[in-house]
């Protein structure tokens, strides 16, 4: 497709509960990054992709957090046993190349609120 | 190291101009400015390189200093579409990371 994906757009769960996140890159893609942004502007890295592979997941609090992205399948990112801390809005982007000096296309967000 | 926008929130009346400010205390290697409306994802507007480059698109453009520690976005004769919160991030090994954000207000 030519627009990131994601869904689904709003997520509720109580606290200790699962959250399961999706994202469809644009189709050529072979980047994927995952953001997290909290108290409506910060934003932290998560994790990145180079197709099926971990590029950088300097920012992923590991304890709780994966992320997969497996061939013909959209990418994914599960919280386990969620934290009210964890409520924010989940942004995926998407890029042709890794490399510095390339657009990010961001997928519109899934608000996830940890009840 | 996370880049430094100022300021940190601006209101214009429409017509008028405005410069969001990012910096850093090291040389970056590339600046990327966004713009995200509230609820919606950041919009990219473009992405600089090299040290003293210019570029711009209508009646936004932007500037990266010399020493590459300084990259300006100029906003002239604003529209209500302007209105927004404006991010610049630096990336660093693929990764972008945001400034703190410039919440941008035009009024009628």
């Known amino acids: 497709g030519e627009e990131v994906a994601q869904t689904p757009k709003h997520l509720v769960r109580g606290e200790g509960q699962k959250a399961k996140l999706y994202c469809a890159p644009i189709k050529g893609h072979s980047y994927v990054f995952w953001y997290q942004q909290v108290l409506k502007n910060e934003f932290k890295f998560l994790i990145s992709f180079q197709n099926e592979n971990v590029f950088d997941e300097t920012g992923m609090p590991k304890e709780r957090f994966s992320a997969k992205c497996l061939p013909n399948s959209p990418c994914s990112l599960e919280i386990q046993a969620t934290k009210l801390e964890d409520s924010a809005v989940y942004f995926c982007?998407?890029?042709?190349?890794?490399?510095?000096?390339?657009?990010?296309?961001f997928g519109p967000g899934t608000r996830l609120t940890v009840t | 190291q996370q880049p430094v926008q100022s300021p940190q929130a601006v209101i214009l009346r429409e017509g008028e101009d405005a410069v969001i400010n990012c910096s850093s205390s090291k040389a970056l290697y590339s600046v990327h400015w966004y713009r995200q409306k509230h609820g919606e994802a950041p919009v990219f507007l473009m992405i600089?390189?090299?040290?003293?480059e210019q570029k711009g698109h209508d009646k936004i453009s932007a500037s990266f200093n010399e020493k590459k520690q300084q990259s300006s976005l100029y906003l002239t004769a604003s529209q209500l579409s302007y209105s927004g919160t404006y991010f610049c991030g630096t990336d660093q090994g693929g990764k972008l990371i945001f400034g703190q954000g410039t919440e941008l207000s035009v009024k009628p």
């Open positions: 982007a998407s890029s042709p190349r890794g490399d510095p000096g390339y657009e990010q296309y």
């Open positions: 600089l390189l090299k040290g003293g």
